[in-house]
Each structure stands twice: as structure tokens, then as C-alpha cells.
Antibody, heavy 123, light 108 residues
Framework: QVQLVESGGGVVQPGGSLRLSCAAS????????MHWVRQAPGKGLEWVAF????????YYADSVKGRFTISRDNSKNTLYLQMNSLRAEDTAVYYC????????????????WGQGTLVTVSS | SYVLTQPPSVSVAPGKTARITCGGN??????VHWYQQKPGQAPVLVIY???DRPSGIPERFSGSNSGNTATLTISRVEAGDEADYYC???????????FGGGTKLTVL
């Protein structure tokens, strides 16, 4: 069965950096695009970034563009989110999610989600 | 940027029909997906490509999309349907995934 397990969350000071990981199993990781989605406490879902199945194309939300970098290692079945210049408003649970379509160029519905990892930006 | 507008809350009695709307400029030209999120849990896809239902999702869940409004319809509502519901599209003009603000469904 598909499993997505996020890790790397924690408490970080404003201006600091953090790298999140998402370990994938139960499907051919290298054939599916992947997403990061976040949810601030008590708020709605906010899409963060998408990476194409082969890593050749990436899209970002305006709120994180230039500060966050999505990447993947298909040999390790792992998705990453490098977060720099963190702000208080980046505090959220970060989910990784699997795109539903095989080797597609653009995002499609998210058919599996991890349980999330909490990032808290505070001094 | 493209904006999706959902009502913050919808209330319905058990056994009745709940309709949750998602408004967007010419949203009928886009594919709309719906997610259900219960407290403390990750979201779950309940409707994709406007009206398709993933395996395991009850037939009581259905969707439609036309003009400037997409609608998630839940028939014969049960207490277990109480959750937050989010609509989502891919905006190809800006290369961004967009979520609606979410609707809290309360079963009275």
C-alpha cells in the first residue's frame, strides 16, 4: 500500500532554515509528480510546491518562491523541501502528497497524503 | 491569481442532502477536485475531475461543475461526513495549484 512519511519538522527561529523529507513506498516513486501542501494552525490548505516525476519541472506558490526549494531523489524514493529565510507565517503542518497521474507534465488530483510534519517558526 | 470561494460553513440534518459550492471565474472550464479532512487527519480525495469518485468513496458523494460554480453534493448525510471540505484546481495560466478556503460541514 502507498505510504508517505514526512520528517524533519521542528522549531526554528525566524530567518532560519529547515529541510523536510518525505519517504515514499508502495508505488513507483519515479513515475509520479509530488507535492508539498501546508496547513497553518486552524487554517485551510495551502499548496506549496510541485515537482514533476523526473524532477525536470517545478512550480511554487508565490508565498514561498525564492525561499523554498522542492527536490527529489528517485534512487532513494524521497521527496524534499528545503526551507530558507523562514518566517512566522510559515508555521504549519507540512504534508507531502502524491499526484495521481502517471508521468504527467502538470499537476492532477492528489490521491495519497502523508500525515504531516509540524514546522514552528518562533524566537 | 485565480481565487476559489467556498462558504465557511454548511449545516445539514442527518439523512438530508448537503451542497457545498466552490466559486471561481469560469471554473467550468477547469477540472475541480474535492478533499475531505477530518480533525487531526490528512485530507482524503473524495471527488476528482469534477464528478469522478475514487474507489472506496460512497456513491452518496457526487460533484458537478458548470459556469462559475462547482458543487460537491453529499446525499443522505451521516454523522461521519462531518468534516472540512476543500475544492482544488490547477490554474494553468499562472502554473499554480489553488485550494478553496474550505467549508466546515456540520451535521445537526
Amino acid at each position: 500500500q502507498v505510504q508517505l512519511v514526512e520528517s524533519g519538522g521542528g522549531v526554528v527561529q525566524p530567518g532560519g532554515s529547515l529541510r523536510l523529507s518525505c519517504a515514499a513506498s508502495g508505488f513507483t516513486f519515479s513515475s509520479y509528480g509530488m507535492h508539498w501542501v501546508r496547513q497553518a494552525p486552524g487554517k485551510g490548505l495551502e499548496w506549496v510546491a510541485f515537482i514533476r516525476y523526473d524532477g525536470s519541472n517545478k512550480y511554487y506558490a508565490d508565498s514561498v518562491k525564492g525561499r523554498f526549494t522542492i527536490s527529489r531523489d528517485n534512487s532513494k524514493n524521497t521527496l524534499y523541501l528545503q526551507m530558507n529565510s523562514l518566517r512566522a507565517e510559515d508555521t504549519a503542518v507540512y504534508y507531502c502528497a502524491k499526484d495521481s497521474r502517471f508521468r504527467e507534465l502538470f499537476p492532477h488530483p492528489f490521491d495519497y497524503w502523508g500525515q504531516g510534519t509540524l514546522v514552528t517558526v518562533s524566537s | 491569481s485565480y481565487v476559489l470561494t467556498q462558504p465557511p460553513s454548511v449545516s445539514v440534518a442527518p439523512g438530508k442532502t448537503a451542497r457545498i459550492t466552490c466559486g471561481g471565474n469560469n471554473i467550468g472550464s477547469k477540472s475541480v477536485h474535492w478533499y475531505q479532512q477530518k480533525p487531526g487527519q490528512a485530507p482524503v480525495l473524495v471527488i476528482y475531475y469534477d464528478s469522478d469518485r475514487p474507489s472506496g468513496i460512497p456513491e452518496r458523494f457526487s460533484g458537478s461543475n458548470s459556469g462559475n460554480t462547482a458543487t460537491l453534493t453529499i446525499s443522505r448525510v451521516e454523522a461521519g461526513d462531518e468534516a472540512d471540505y476543500y475544492c482544488q484546481v490547477w490554474d494553468s495560466s499562472s502554473d499554480r495549484v489553488v485550494f478553496g478556503g474550505g467549508t466546515k460541514l456540520t451535521v445537526l
